[in-house]
């Protein structure tokens, strides 16, 4: 079987593992935790390195990090996976840490995706980090605050990385194409704006980011020269970009979040960008549908009524013709939705009464709002002194409705925004003649 060119070289490892970096020196990004100065690299110089946890997205560094730490620290570094082991493993490779221990070994215990090992799984870590077994090192991509046994978060520090800047990519690219280690060697030739282009695609993901780079090199024009890298390769190789999300974890709810405040600012631009990147990384269009039918209440309520109805109708038509045609369905519900006048009146009301009614003592019905379709209903009152408002020539009466302990409270105070402007008029003149009735 014939041979690649790498597999020719000995370089048959993925070319991510071959670049590892070894020191902090070589480690690109997270400069706010690791450039001169900062907290997490003076812990590391002096050798005071506590349990803590990586928070970031895939392919920042977390392992890497974590093994640079324990180089420099000369601990004993051992890699745990949530995904290939369970409690049994983690139990044995506690014995040994233990035992390392006092031989004066420090034992750095990474633990990656950590997340996926549930609470009660995670409090086996407790005693082993209280007693200074190990030095615990998690890494995970999801909040810690929702995903992290409290009882061990609040021994742990976090630490957040970033999703590494285009430059960081492209000055990682380049070295792996200079590198010895990396595609050196070759003689790869690529441009620099296509080396921009993959660090584009790639999203802040250095794995994403050098795997592309070994693709082209690997598809790339071979002649006497070297290797040659073309934009039509690169295009060939790249596709169409994948978009990070989950729909059961953070990001979901941050990208939600950015496209109900992107509309509540009124700023279509951003908030048809949040809708894109929700739809384009595969969410479902009616679970979007179902947040511009909220919106329309909570942001825009009386102030455009019309509202509540589009947004309705949008989702309506996102269930009739479903995906892809019904993505600029949405976009025209986010366009209205944003544009359309603001007020959260009946939020802000419904939230008073909510209030009310969960902390003060269930009020009895008046007796006159009661129904009576018994007699022994009627022997009780109730019923009794009703006013119907249809028998007045005004079509209203000065009957109270709330009870007795919470009369007189105003919970709809409308704004002059829109077309709510008619019903704060509207309800002025209500107030106002039933207080003239009263007196």
Same mark, same amino acid.
């Given at each position: ?7 020719? *070289? /000995? ?8 670049? $590892? ?7 690109? /990004? ?7 100065? *900062?907290?997490? $690299? ?23 990090? %974590? ?6 620290? *000369? ?6 996976? %949530?995904?290939?082991?369970? @409690?049994? &493993? ?11 221990? !006092? !031989? ?25 980090? &209280? ?44 070295? +792996?194409?200079?590198?010895?280690? /990396? !595609? ?29 780079? &070994?693709?082209? +090199? ?10 040659? #890298? ?30 109900? *405040? ?13 809708? +894109? =990147? ?9 679970? #979007? ?16 009524? $019309? ?6 109708? +949008? ?12 993505? #600029? @369905?949405?976009?025209?519900? #986010? ?16 939230? =008073? ?26 022997? !009780? ?26 009369? /007189? ?31």
């Amino acid at each position: 079987m014939q041979q690649s060119l790498f597999d020719q *070289k /000995g370089l048959s490892q993925p070319l991510a593992d071959r670049l $590892r970096p070894q020191t902090l020196e070589d480690y690109v /990004g997270q400069e706010h935790l690791l450039g001169p100065g *900062k907290v997490l $690299r003076q812990m590391i110089e002096q050798d005071e390195v506590p349990s803590m946890i990586f928070w970031g997205p895939p392919g920042v560094g977390k392992t890497t990090l %974590a093994r640079i730490i324990a180089r420099h620290t *000369k601990a004993e570094f051992v890699n745990f996976s %949530a995904v290939t082991s369970g @409690i049994k &493993e983690l139990r044995q490779v506690m014995a040994q840490a233990e035992t390392t221990r !006092l !031989l004066g070994q420090k034992t750095i215990l990474f633990i990656d995706e950590i997340h996926r090992f549930n609470k009660a799984q995670q409090d086996a870590f407790l005693p082993y980090v &209280e007693k200074g077994s190990i030095i615990l090192i998690g890494a995970t991509t999801e909040n810690p605050s929702f995903e992290i046994n409290s009882a061990l978060l609040s021994r742990c520090k976090v630490f957040v990385l970033q999703a590494l800047s285009g430059e960081d990519l492209v000055k990682m690219l380049q070295r +792996a194409v200079a590198s010895p280690k /990396g !595609l050196g060697e070759q003689n790869v030739h690529i441009d620099t704006a296509l080396l921009e282009k993959i660090a584009l695609f790639a999203n802040g993901d250095a794995r994403v980011a050098l795997n592309t780079l &070994e693709m082209v +090199a690997l598809n790339g024009e071979k002649t006497q020269e070297g290797v040659f #890298v073309t934009e039509d390769i690169l295009n060939q190789c790249i596709g169409q970009r994948s978009l990070l999300y989950d729909k059961n974890g953070e990001e979901h709810y941050n990208l939600i979040s950015a496209l109900h *405040k992107s509309m509540r600012n009124s700023d279509p631009d951003a908030a048809m960008y949040w809708l +894109a =990147r929700m739809l384009e990384a595969g969410e479902d269009p009616l679970y #979007v549908a179902r947040r511009l039918i909220r919106f329309a209440s909570e942001d825009i309520g009386l102030a455009d009524s $019309r509202a509540l109805s589009l947004a309705v109708e +949008a989702y309506q038509a996102c269930h009739f013709i479903g995906v892809p045609e019904c993505n #600029v @369905i949405l976009a025209q519900a #986010v366009v209205y939705l944003s544009l359309a006048p603001r007020s959260n009146a009946l939020y802000v009301g419904y939230e =008073r009464a909510k209030r009310d009614a969960l902390e003060q003592l269930a009020q009895p019905v008046p007796l006159h709002l009661r129904n009576s379709p018994t007699q022994l209903m009627r022997e !009780l009152h109730y019923g009794e002194g009703y006013q119907y408002a249809h028998d007045t020539q005004e079509k209203l009466t000065d009957m109270e409705c709330l009870p007795e302990s919470l009369r /007189g409270k105003r919970y709809y105070n409308p704004t002059e925004q829109g077309l709510e402007k008619r019903f704060k008029e509207r309800l002025e003149q209500i107030r106002e003649w039933k207080k003239h009735r009263k007196t």
